[in-house]
């Protein structure tokens, strides 16, 4: 069995309103129906068939992390002291908690996990560190350093 799920079908127009919607989530109906060559209600109706099959997820703003005072990304690999499923569960409760904790994936490998954290400064880092290695069932926490966002996407392929 294949931990990857089938992709949902969509067709071109909806590939169409994907695109134009993670570019500008902020169009209106009307703009979106103008810009993908459909009726406003035709136009409606598969945005909203798209959120009912989950294939839009949800709405968000993206906000620039510098702006915000928060420009150092670091890559943290962690390990736990153990792999049961009760350790893993308590982990990822836990770590749900970090706000500065942006992404986190349960890897295969050498670590458990592996998580993006955004923070100010060193002495920032510092206590995110200490409040990582504190939490239950961790074993080592390595960190890696991003010097330089080479690219970073927020738009899916849809095609």
Do not use: W
Not at 65 to 82: D, H, I, P, S, Y
Not at 87 to 104: A, D, N, P, Y
Not at 133 to 145: D, H, W
Not at 147 to 152: E, I, P, R, S
């Amino acid at each position: 069995m294949s931990m990857i799920p089938r992709k949902k079908q969509i067709d071109e127009i909806d590939q169409r309103i994907l695109g134009a919607l993670q570019k500008d989530g902020r169009l209106s109906n009307v703009q979106l129906a103008e810009k993908v060559g459909l009726s406003e209600s035709a136009c409606l109706r598969r945005v909203r068939l798209l959120e009912q099959n989950g294939i839009i997820d949800k709405y968000v703003m993206l906000i620039d992390q510098v702006a915000l005072g928060k420009a150092g990304n670091v890559f943290v690999r962690v390990t736990l002291e153990g792999q049961q499923q009760e350790k893993l569960q308590c982990f990822e409760r836990e770590i749900g908690q970090v706000k500065e904790v942006m992404e986190c994936y349960l890897m295969s490998g050498d670590s458990d996990f592996l998580l993006r954290v955004i923070f100010r400064d060193n002495e920032d880092y510092m206590h995110l560190h200490n409040r990582l290695t504190s939490l239950p069932g961790v074993l080592r926490v390595q960190s890696s350093f991003a010097l330089k966002t080479v690219l970073k996407k927020t738009e899916l392929p849809v095609d």
